[in-house]
């Protein structure tokens, strides 16, 4: 057995496991997706728009902006370019999964809906491939079932949950990406990684458009262009050593 | 909202998605190129941790959620499963909330 306390445990120790995890992540999703239901309709729009934009948007940070402009008066314009801003760091995501789903072109079609906030951070947590995609599918399936399961509920008048942050789950979300987080900060290139993206992000949030700060942390990859020092462990050449790893199987 | 605004949304929602995963991928890239977008995940979930616990809108705000997500990050240290993690993190903020 591994002491967790074992600074040099293999890596896969600190991988959630897709399925409970993803669960978990979507029926937290699912109370927003209530909330973004009764917001929808509170913005007048009718049961089968606000199940439509869930469906087909898929993308709750945009859906909440462009609803929200929309119940403030804002022009149709000002919401889906706010919306798409927000929506924009998913091409980010969507780059990173490319080098992990590299099926057939209809699978990955399919798979571009889901490439989210959820399915990334749980994909890429996981540390050998058949994981990161099992991840993958789990996560984002899970996420698209209660959302939108939430959103139906919210926009026919379910508001009997109230709102989510009475119970904490706007902390949900980031308390979450914390313990996906965890994989990529274990070597000294994700950590000056992040570090950097957060300066960004904060940095920026006052004076850009939301969505911005978030998209713009990007920037901070180009520490990748530094060539590694041999030995050096680098988050897309992990060789995956302990696949036979009985604890692995078993982990939480 | 028209249904035509909520067709173009889905569109452009989806086309930004498909655009990393289906446009570019599946090439092989330089390895230079690989190791950035290997980071991709390491520069954008923290900053998006960060603007989810520190910021509301365009300004920085501490508050309960400062209190969640600190719980979890030292649950997460502490390898607490990921489930658990989450429900410390929103039981935390939660709490706070309700005390302040």
Known sequence: MVDPSDSAAPPGDDAPDPVTGSVVLGLAVGVFGVSFGVLAAAAGLSPAKACAMSLLVFTGASQFAAVGIVDAGGSTATALGSALLLGARNGAYGLRMSTILRGRLPTRL???????????????????????????????????????????????????????????????????????????????????????????????????????????????????????????????TDPVTDDDDPSRAAAP | MSWTAILVLGGGCYLLKVAGLVLLGGRELPPVVNRCVALLPAALLPALIAVQTLTTDDRWVIDARVAGVGAAIVAAWRKVPFPAVIVIGAAVTAAVRALA
């Open chain 1, 110 to 236: 399919v798979a571009s809906h889901l490439v989210i906030d959820e399915s990334t951070a749980m994909a890429t947590a996981q540390h050998d491939p058949t994981q990161q995609r099992r991840a993958f599918w789990w996560a984002g399936v899970s996420v698209f079932v209660f959302w939108n399961l939430g959103t139906l509920l919210g926009a026919l008048g379910g508001d009997a949950i109230g709102d989510p942050e009475r119970y904490g789950l706007d902390a949900a979300f980031p308390a979450g990406f914390v313990a996906l987080v965890v994989p990529h900060l274990r070597s000294l290139e994700g950590r000056v990684t992040a570090a950097i993206g957060v300066a960004i992000a904060l940095l920026l949030t006052p004076v850009a458009p939301a969505g911005l700060p978030v998209l713009a942390a990007s920037v901070a990859v180009l520490v990748g262009l530094r060539r590694p020092a041999a030995g050096e462990a680098s988050p897309s």
